[in-house]
């Protein structure tokens, strides 16, 4: 069994095998109910994004996804 790890500093951040399954709690737990995903759009169309946002509208959750930001950000982003 894989152990989900959690470090706060000062945002949490949860990962882990197994950790995209506790998404739509962790979201709850900070109240947040329209989530922003932020990301390329290169990583926009891997796996990794879609299985989040699979999991989001699963859980009838609406969100966001923003993907004009630079692949490596610059000083300007």
Do not use: W
């Amino acid at each position: 069994m894989h152990k989900i790890s959690q470090f706060s500093f000062p945002t949490t951040v949860c990962f882990g095998p197994g950790a995209l399954g506790r998404l739509s709690q962790c979201l709850g737990e900070l109240g947040v109910t329209e989530p922003l995903i932020v990301t390329d759009a290169g990583l926009a169309q891997t796996d990794i994004v879609s299985r989040v946002t699979k999991h989001l509208e699963a859980k009838s959750i609406a969100y966001a996804l923003f993907t004009d930001v630079h692949p490596n950000p610059l000083v300007s982003d």
